[in-house]
């Protein structure tokens, strides 16, 4: 079974930056896409950043500037450097991992989410 497991999430000061770390663990197909979405209360789940294995990258155009995702292929973490974070940036922080799995000739798409972390900026 896929496990996300996040860290880094907590309490900072408008103005302040956090870095964002998930850990993949399990049967992950080496060719995938790792990112962040984020959902504020009231709202829905939105994109923040995702990163594919071969460099492909994609942003929130919002936090283009501010926030920067990379990851290390060799230990499945993916990173999420935030700065000048702003009270608005307060949001459960989620971790994704997905693909296509190929099983038996046949392409399977798969997606796994950790279980969140806490981000909360005051102002």
């Known amino acids: 079974q896929v496990q996300l497991v996040e860290s880094g999430g907590g309490l900072v000061q408008a103005g302040g930056s956090l870095r964002l770390s998930c850990v993949a663990s399990?049967?992950?197909?080496?060719?995938?896409?790792m990112g962040w979405f984020r959902q504020a209360p009231g709202k829905q789940r939105e994109l923040v950043a995702r990163l594919s294995s071969g460099g492909s990258v994609n942003y929130a155009d919002s936090l283009k500037g501010r926030f920067t995702i990379s990851r290390d292929n060799a230990k499945n973490t993916v990173y999420l450097q935030m700065n000048s974070l702003k009270p608005e940036d307060t949001a459960v922080y989620y971790c994704?991992?997905?693909?296509?799995?190929?099983?038996?000739?046949?392409?399977?798409?798969?997606?796994?989410w950790g279980q969140g972390t806490q981000v909360t900026v005051s102002s």
């Open positions: 994704n991992v997905g693909g296509v799995r190929i099983s038996s000739g046949y392409a399977r798409p798969y997606e796994y």
């Open positions: 399990g049967s992950i197909p080496t060719f995938n896409t």
